[in-house]
């Protein structure tokens, strides 16, 4: 019987040693098939919100869509038309250079001010969290909101505005939404005015990881406030600016919703951007491969600056 046990039990060691052998493989099979799984909502949530509405914007650009398509499911491939006709439009010239005035007049404005005021709050005083909540708020508003507030604030005849320029003297009837000229000017404006508190709050972060014994000694070296910021603070801060400025572009050069609220690409289109004339072909004139054109234009230059701000990352971290 003890013999019958042993000869059973021999062949034991061998089944171990081939179970510690496959071990291995099956573990890292059942990490990739977790991993995976964590990945697959985000995967298939993006292909699905993002993938999809991507490929199928590109494929209506060429291709002659019209509402009747809705109903018919008919979409005729017309070439690269769609295409000439958005690039020989004058309009087009004319969106993509206020998108460009808009862009840049923005960026700045935003970027300035909101440097400025994280220099500021990053010294400690009374009031100075309460205040930097405050600030906030033109953040937390919604868009569409800002844009009615401000075009009541902008009414030549009943505004806020003109209303104080007149109590204080300097006129007072500027036609700040009605005006070729000044019209682009109030959006940038605005724009400015929204952006501040997300560029205040980045940069301020960025301040924050700046260490206070560079300052301490630089102010012992007899450097001056503004020296120090210029040749110690503003290096340290290159990788927040770099993206604050990139993040900003990206929210900026598709806006559309602050530009309808305030003057619907007004008076005789000098507001008209790509982001606004993006919504005129497609859901004003129906012209939907117009509209598509349009879009994957704006999809380029976002895409662009994506490229960028992820390479510039990349560099800052090696």
Request: glycine share 8%; charged share 15%.
């Amino acid at each position: 019987m003890s013999t019958t046990t042993a000869s059973a039990a021999a062949p034991l060691p061998q089944t171990s040693t081939a179970q510690k052998k496959v071990s291995p493989a099956r573990n890292r099979r059942r990490r990739k098939l977790t991993q995976w799984g964590f990945i697959a909502p985000a995967v298939i949530f993006m292909v699905l919100f993002f993938g999809y509405p991507l490929v199928r914007n590109v494929v209506m650009s060429f291709q002659d869509y019209s509402p009747s398509t809705f109903f018919t499911g008919k979409a005729p491939f017309n070439g690269t038309a769609n295409w000439s006709d958005v690039f020989k439009d004058e309009l087009f010239g004319k969106a993509l250079w206020h998108t460009i005035v808009f862009t840049i007049g923005s960026l700045i404005g935003q970027f300035c001010i909101g440097l400025g005021l994280a220099v500021f709050f990053s010294r400690r005083f009374p009031l100075n969290g309460l205040l930097r909540s405050l600030i906030l708020l033109p953040w937390l508003v919604p868009m569409v909101v800002s844009g009615v507030v401000w075009r009541r604030v902008f009414d030549q005849d009943t505004g806020v505005l003109n209303s104080f320029l007149a109590t204080v003297g300097f006129g007072g009837h500027t036609p700040w939404l009605t005006s070729t000229s000044m019209a682009l000017v109030s959006v940038i404006l605005v724009n400015i005015w929204i952006g501040i508190p997300f560029n205040m709050v980045i940069l301020y972060g960025g301040l924050q990881e700046v260490p206070k014994e560079l300052h301490e000694a630089a102010s012992l070296d007899g450097a001056s406030a503004w020296r120090t910021f210029r040749s110690v603070t503003l290096p340290l801060l290159k990788p927040v600016i770099t993206v604050v400025l990139v993040l900003g572009f990206m929210s900026t050069v598709k806006i559309l919703d602050l530009v309808l609220a305030l003057t619907d690409g007004g008076p005789a289109d000098s507001t008209q951007t790509l982001g606004t004339l993006t919504y005129q072909n497609s859901f004003v004139q129906l012209d939907f491969g117009a509209g598509a054109v349009v879009g994957n234009i704006l999809i380029l230059i976002s895409a662009v600056f994506a490229v960028f701000y992820l390479r510039a990352n990349r560099n800052e971290g090696k």
